[in-house]
């Protein structure tokens, strides 16, 4: 089963125009076609959390709409945990790209769930600070797939490679940037200790 759309075929064109191989691509979707709903449940809450998480950064939201923050922080950490598991039920369970693949998924899958729950500890604590940081390093976690994406094109226009290898180098380098770049963010706002 393939996925249909201007952006499915947009995707399998890109990649046979670059290197010639749409196995991989073929693979990929296989496996989130063929699970419908674990697909919705990755997907849908992931994209809440990146939506809707923005609107927790907002120090004017925070401060004018205080039970909101509170309520919608309650919602997206349920989403990106619902998300973050399905992510890891793909990379780590039914992985297309091998040991590459499983490892850096199960790294960020587990990252991301601890960043937010020692998110949701500290706030618990009223460490607002900690939970602040955490919640950045949760954030930055799920925007990394926007910057694997962008380092997929870069790295099949570069340097073609086989598209397994694509993949985990993609994997890992676009959450290694992300999330090092929210480290150096956040390393001159974090308190000591």
């Known amino acids: 089963m393939q996925p249909r ?8 064109d890109t990649l046979r125009a670059i290197n010639g191989d749409e196995n991989l691509l073929l693979q990929y979707e296989a ?7 674990m697909t919705l449940l990755h997907v849908v809450p992931g994209a809440l959390f990146l939506s809707l998480g923005l609107l927790q ?33 793909f990379g780590v369970v039914i992985p297309v790209a091998g040991f590459g693949e499983v490892s850096i998924i199960a790294l960020v899958g587990v990252f991301l769930i601890v960043a937010v729950v020692r998110g ?16 950045i390093r949760a954030f930055a976690a799920c925007l990394a797939a926007g910057t694997i994406r962008v380092i997929v094109g870069i790295s099949q226009l570069w340097m073609p490679m086989p598209p397994a ?13 992300t999330l090092g770049a929210a480290e150096l ?5 974090s308190l000591p200790g």
């Open 5 to 12: 759309g201007a952006i499915a075929e947009m995707q399998r």
């Open 31 to 37: 496996r989130f076609a063929t699970r419908p709903a």
């Open 57 to 89: 950064f907002s120090s004017r939201i925070r401060s004018r709409y205080i039970r909101f923050h509170r309520w919608s922080g309650r919602v997206l950490m349920a989403v990106v945990v619902i998300s973050g598991i399905a992510g890891l039920y």
């Open 120 to 135: 949701f500890l500290a706030i618990r604590r009223g460490d607002v600070a900690r939970h602040r940081e955490w919640m």
């Open 165 to 177: 290898q694509t993949m985990v180098i993609s994997f890992w380098t676009g959450w290694v940037i």
């Open 185 to 189: 963010w956040l390393r001159p706002h």
